[in-house]
T-cell receptor, first 116, second 114 residues
């Protein structure tokens, strides 16, 4: 399998649930990203990992907790979410984060999250 | 800081019409510029890019020219098809800050009718 794979594609959860989104990349990249895409808003960068180290955390509420156990896998753990967190969560990867990064990101198809 | 501004959508065209989606940017130094496309139900994918002034990126009949004098990177296509219906994102990376962060515009929805 190639590219960036996200699971699940769709998730419905209550505000008290705990769930996780998973992302896997098969491109040998060193940087991975979580973006939030809400209707009528620009893409919001949430977290960036470079070589398994978190390098960006853009004022994201603590109810979102990322985890990067290795350079191929990225998780987003969700806990006590709010209805306004309903959105499409996109994972992406790139060859490098700084310096050699060409700006080309490879995106997964996204996980559509609905919080009831 | 760096930013990207795109024209508001949606843009609705008939098949074979000419397309222009405007994009302007604010950045210091010499960023690289990109157009990404998101087809319904999918993630974003790179459509084309330009890394220096006066470069023209092209792919699938789409073109965009990096204009430093007007800080623009407008997307054009001479004859759109129904299959081009998607959301188009202009983005920039690099410049003086030289970070890996890709700055996206808000996206422009294109609807092409038969």
């Amino acid at each position: 399998e190639t590219g960036v794979t996200q699971t699940p594609r769709h998730l419905v959860m209550g505000m008290t649930n705990k769930k996780s989104l998973k992302c896997e990349q098969h491109l040998g990249h060193n940087a991975m990203y979580w973006y939030k895409q809400s209707a009528k808003k620009p893409l919001e960068l949430m977290f960036v990992y470079s070589l398994e180290e978190r390098v960006e955390n853009n004022s994201v509420p603590s109810r979102f907790s990322p985890e990067c156990p290795n350079s191929s896998h990225l998780f987003l753990h969700l806990h006590t979410l709010q209805p306004e967190d309903s959105a499409l969560y996109l994972c992406a990867s790139s060859q490098e984060y700084i310096g050699r990064n060409t700006g080309e990101l490879f995106f997964g198809e996204g996980s559509r999250l609905t919080v009831l | 800081g760096n930013s990207v501004t795109q024209m508001e959508g949606p843009v609705t065209l008939s098949e074979e019409a000419f397309l222009t989606i405007n994009c302007t940017y604010t950045a210091t130094g010499y960023p690289s510029l990109f157009w990404y496309v998101q087809y319904p139900g999918e993630g974003l994918q790179l459509l084309l890019k330009a890394t220096k002034a006066d470069d023209k990126g092209s792919n699938k009949g789409f073109e965009a020219t990096y204009r430093k004098e007007t800080t623009s990177f407008h997307l054009e296509k001479g004859s759109v098809q129904v299959s081009d219906s998607a959301v188009y994102f202009c983005a920039l990376a690099g410049g003086s800050s030289n970070t890996g962060k890709l700055i996206f515009g808000q996206g422009t929805t294109l609807q092409v009718k038969p």
